[in-house]
C-alpha cells in the first residue's frame, strides 16, 4: 500500500519508504536509494524529507557531502514549520556549517526554540 501511495505521489508515503531505505527497516540499508527517494518528498516541500536529506548532504552519506545544501534544506523545513530544521539552521549558523558564522543570528534562533513548546 505504501509503494502504491508513494507511486500515486503521496509525498508522506515516499518520505516513509525513504526511511526504510535509510534506516534499514524492512529493506536492506540503502542510503543511495533512500536519499533519491527523499529528494522525490523534498520536491513536493516535505518538510522531514527536506530535513533528513539535508544530514545525508552534511554527513555525505549516499551523495556527495555539500554543507551549503544540507544548510539550505535544514532552513526550507525550518520554513515549513520543522523544529528540527530550525534547531539544525541555528546550528549552522553558530558554528559557520555551509554558511557565514552569524552567532548572533544563531542566538536568536535558540532563544526562540526555547519558547517554543516542545512537539509530542
Not at 2 to 12: D, N
Not at 42 to 65: F, T, V
Amino acid at each position: 500500500m505504501l509503494e502504491k501511495a508513494h507511486e500515486g505521489g503521496v509525498a508522506e508515503a515516499t518520505y516513509a519508504l525513504a526511511t526504510w531505505y535509510l534506516f534499514g527497516k524492512h529493506f536492506r540499508k540503502n542510503w543511495k536509494k533512500g536519499n533519491a527517494l527523499l529528494r522525490i518528498a523534498a520536491e513536493k516541500r516535505h518538510p522531514e524529507a527536506l530535513y533528513n536529506l539535508g544530514i545525508s548532504y552534511e554527513l555525505g552519506k549516499g551523495l556527495k557531502k555539500n554543507e551549503k545544501v544540507a544548510a539550505s534544506l535544514y532552513f526550507e523545513a525550518a520554513l515549513l514549520g520543522d523544529r528540527d530544521g530550525l534547531e539544525d539552521t541555528a546550528r549552522c549558523f553558530y558554528h559557520g556549517i555551509g554558511v557565514e558564522k552569524d552567532r548572533l543570528f544563531a542566538k536568536a534562533i535558540f532563544r526562540h526554540l526555547d519558547s517554543m513548546p516542545e512537539e509530542s
